[in-house]
């Protein structure tokens, strides 16, 4: 832009109006997304929202009805669990190759503080909690160099995904074993061991699931 700001996709503009509300206590899973009322706070036309709000419909966040218009997806229990062990596979291509590159420049340490993050972040356990998990992801995506990890992890609509798993566990009874689960991860990337981290996240993922169900 002009004044030197980077425009934000209106499809992106239309998610955060929607995760904000769903923040606020606006909507919830299930709840009707009006067009005109997203469009308001985005100071947009409906038009341009009703076309987002399809593109999101085709990415799963949302879903179109006949007779209700556009609905925030509803997710069960087993829903976000089974998101859980599909993604551990995935992000484990991450991990595996990432492991292998941890003497390269400053990976250690960026692994390292981004494990210093979790533990921060873990004395407030709250949804964003997870999004500090995200970056740690996105940052071993980086570092292996996997930028098809963070398509499908986006393509879940993962922060969405975040803020349902947050209300669905009691997170501060479990917060302890989310970051020594994350603490053995990091060690084993530290160590270069492609095995012992993938097979650490699959642990991991099969915990929360556990945890869900």
Not at 96 to 123: H, P, Y
Not at 126 to 144: R, S
Request: aromatic share 8%.
């Amino acid at each position: 832009m002009s004044d030197g700001g980077i425009k934000t996709p209106l499809v992106q503009q239309v998610y955060g109006a929607i995760m904000e509300s769903l923040d606020a206590g606006e909507l919830k899973p299930g709840s009707r997304i009006v067009a005109a009322e997203v469009a308001q706070r985005l100071g947009l036309s409906r038009a341009p929202v009703r076309e987002a709000l399809a593109v999101l419909a085709g990415q799963g966040l949302v879903e179109l009805l006949p007779d209700r218009g556009a609905i925030l997806r509803p997710m069960t229990r087993h829903d976000m669990a089974e998101i859980y062990e599909v993604m551990a596979p995935v992000v484990s291509v991450a991990l595996k190759s990432a492991a292998l590159r941890m003497a390269e420049g400053d990976n250690a340490a960026r692994v390292t503080s981004a494990m210093a993050a979790i533990r921060a972040a873990s004395t407030a356990p709250d949804f964003h909690f997870f999004l500090v998990l995200n970056d740690f992801h996105y940052l071993v995506n980086a570092i292996a160099e996997k930028p098809y990890v963070d398509f499908v992890m986006r393509a879940i609509n993962i922060e969405y995904w975040n803020r349902l798993v947050v209300s669905s566990i009691h997170l501060p009874r479990h917060i302890d074993q989310f970051v020594a689960n994350y603490q053995r991860l990091t060690d084993a990337l530290l160590a270069g061991d492609a095995g012992a981290a993938a097979a650490v996240m699959h642990y991991h993922a099969y915990w929360c699931a556990r945890l869900l169900e």
